[in-house]
């Protein structure tokens, strides 16, 4: 089965040390991980990665300041809000050579925002045993 990804190319130089900084971060990286594939509240992201609540936050804020996280959320019968977290991105593809930083990012399937990033196309093949 063939499935069409589309990538999304990151022009602005700024925007690429953004991304290389947070990849950089264990903590990001774990808590995108976590959030990969289903929203989770803070108090779930710490429960599975151990990471600080203080922290969790701190990251969370600097995920969705730079549109990589997604937030919904309610607010309970009894008035408490309640939010849920999801990576906006799937993976991300860097080469670096001297002169050139080119970083590629597969969006999330899930998620449907992310205007600011020229698309293109990858031909991703499965093979089903």
Known sequence: MQTLIQTRKVEDE???QVILEILADQYS??????IMDKPKSVMDIT???RIPVS???RRIQLLHD???VSISGTISDDGKKYFLYRSKIRSVSITCDY????IEIVPNIADTEGNS???GNILHQ???P
């Open 66 to 68: 730079n549109k990589i």
């Open 55 to 57: 922290t969790v936050y």
């Open 47 to 49: 429960a599975e990665t």
């Open 29 to 34: 990286k774990q808590i995108l991980q976590t």
């Open 117 to 119: 990033l020229q698309s």
């Open 126 to 128: 499965e093979v089903n």
């Open 14 to 16: 700024e925007r690429k």
């Open 99 to 102: 002169n050139f930083t080119k």
